[in-house]
């Protein structure tokens, strides 16, 4: 791969227990500083890909490449440990010199409070926990993003500032993301891909 491509996907096909497909022959490509945008309805194979791209599924055919992926779910419950607290979780994950010289700064524009930091994750409301989720998977320095309804949980001035933080994000990785908000999509996107006229063209 390229220095600028993070993710290639070539003729991708994919089904569950060999029933009707859910990618027939799919193709992608997506390098550092562009957004593309996954839309469609429920069932669709939207967060299929998601987990064909971190190799938690196996295609049928075809090849996924990808360069070191973070990523940001719609449920923040479900990203973290609950017994442990929020900061020793991202210390499991990004190094020590990321921590000292971007911590504050990234707490600063998700308007999170490091007091949070300090607690376990039933501790937080679902908006200051995915305000956390969003800091670990920055902190990690991704070169692709993966981002799946991520600002579902948070209040829409919150939302706005937390996308504009993830597009400026985009001088230093890509990013995939999975939305219901076609407003949304058509406002931050280099590319839409619609999995409703997708499979209509198949």
């Known amino acids: 791969m390229s220095d600028d491509l993070v993710l290639s996907i070539k003729n991708l096909s994919f089904s569950f227990n060999n029933k009707k497909m859910i990618y027939d022959d799919f193709n992608l490509e997506l390098k550092r500083g562009e957004l593309i945008c996954i839309v469609g309805e429920s069932g669709k194979g939207k967060s299929t890909l998601f987990e064909l791209i971190c190799n938690n599924l196996k ?90 309804e991520a600002t579902s949980a948070l209040d829409n001035i919150i939302s706005l500032e937390v996308m504009k933080l993830l597009i400026k994000y985009l001088d230093k990785c890509a990013i995939l993301m999975i939305t219901h908000d076609i407003s949304l999509a058509n406002w931050c996107a280099d590319e839409i891909i619609d999995l409703n006229r997708l499979k209509n063209e198949k």
């Open 59 to 148: 295609p049928q055919k075809g090849i996924i490449k990808v360069k070191k992926i973070s990523s940001i779910y719609q449920d923040p419950y479900s990203s973290f440990h609950p017994s442990y607290k929020i900061l020793e979780q991202i210390k499991d994950v990004v190094d020590n010199d990321t921590l000292n010289n971007e911590l504050n700064k990234l707490c600063l524009e998700l308007n999170l409070s490091k007091e949070f930091l300090l607690k376990k994750p039933h501790e937080l409301s679902g908006g200051q926990l995915q305000r956390c989720s969003i800091l670990r998977s920055l902190l990690m320095k991704p070169d692709l993003l993966l981002v799946d």
